[in-house]
């Protein structure tokens, strides 16, 4: 458990830290946050997650308060006072505190939590097998209602999404969106490699512009693979020869079986193994 949280200008312990019921984040899931990871005590594309945080927050038109200098600073100590070698920051902006309408600018400051702590998505076995997925039948946010490139602290539609994953027995499901190309996982973007042909959908299908899909794409085209954004049917994750998820938290997983459609011969693929390699290597560089 975490030793001390960050709570808007300080460190507290665990059990002070406490928000109002009049915070615009609880009220509303107004807010936005960044999941990032530590990897030996150093914060993994520190820079990339502060400026996609202060992306999403101009987006939504929430004032943090704090230049990034700041609030970096705060992420740090966060992580020092919490000892972290090998952990994930959880970096939250709320709204704030306000009344019960929705007008935000009523929100006098932002408030920040910052949560460092040790994590585990999915036990290391899965890892090593690979996961099954569903297609999930809740359609990805439109870009035009709540654009799946803000990392805001609503994640109804991904967790309606989630529901789905867990009552079939999965354990990740697949988005699409309105036209039926693929967005993205409920909380990871895909991969799938056809031909030694690596394809991810654009971040216009409507998935988040991931961090760790970045460095994929930076260390596969690095390792001489074609990379390639396009729209990516189901028929196209049904029929390919290696499938994997990117995240912070999933780090990068193997995908072994989607609705009932074996991949490949059932185990994770050589390309995939490669690239979680390199991927590792890069983090502890
Ligand atoms: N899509 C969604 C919806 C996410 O929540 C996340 C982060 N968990 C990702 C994709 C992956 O992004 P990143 O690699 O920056 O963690």
């Known amino acids: 458990m975490a030793k001390k949280i960050w709570l808007d200008d300080k460190l507290v312990n665990p059990e002070d830290a406490m928000v109002s019921v009049f915070d615009h984040g609880l009220l509303y899931g107004d807010g936005v946050f960044e999941g990032i990871r530590v990897y030996d005590a150093r914060i993994f594309e520190f820079k990339e997650h502060m400026d996609r945080l202060y992306e999403s927050a101009k987006v939504?038109?929430?004032?943090?308060?704090?230049?990034?200098?700041?609030l970096s600073d705060a992420v740090t100590?966060?992580?020092?006072?919490?000892?972290?070698?090998?952990?994930?920051?959880?970096?939250?902006?709320t709204r704030g505190v306000g009344d019960l309408g929705l007008n935000p600018f009523l929100c006098k400051k932002a408030g920040i939590i910052i949560i460092a702590d040790s994590i585990q998505l999915y036990p290391k076995e899965l890892y090593e097998k690979g996961l099954k997925v569903v297609s999930s039948s809740t359609m990805r946010n439109h870009p035009l209602a709540l654009p799946p490139q803000v990392k805001s602290l609503n994640y109804l539609n991904n967790i309606l999404a989630k529901i789905e994953a867990i009552d079939s027995g999965a354990g990740e499901t697949i988005m699409y969106n309105h036209m039926g190309y693929v967005a993205e996982?409920?909380?990871?973007?895909?991969f799938i490699i056809k031909d030694g042909v690596i394809f991810t959908p654009p971040v216009s299908a409507g998935g988040l512009d991931g961090i760790t899909r970045r460095a994929v794409i930076k260390l596969a085209r690095k390792e001489n693979f074609?990379?390639?954004?396009?729209?990516?049917?189901?028929?196209?994750?049904y029929t390919c020869d290696e499938f994997f998820l990117t995240g912070t938290a999933a780090e990068v997983i193997s995908i072994v079986e989607i609705d009932g459609r074996t991949i490949a011969?059932?185990?994770?693929?050589?390309?995939?193994?490669?690239?979680?390699?390199?991927?590792?290597?890069?983090?502890?560089?």
Request: aromatic residues 6%.
């Open 265 to 285: 011969d059932g185990k994770p693929g050589k390309i995939t193994e490669l690239l979680r390699k390199k991927f590792f290597e890069y983090a502890r560089s």
């Open 60 to 70: 939504i038109r929430l004032e943090i308060g704090l230049s990034i200098e700041e």
């Open 226 to 237: 074609q990379v390639v954004e396009q729209n990516l049917t189901r028929v196209d994750l």
């Open 77 to 93: 100590k966060t992580v020092k006072a919490n000892e972290i070698i090998d952990g994930y920051i959880r970096l939250i902006v």
């Open 185 to 190: 996982a409920s909380g990871d973007n895909v």
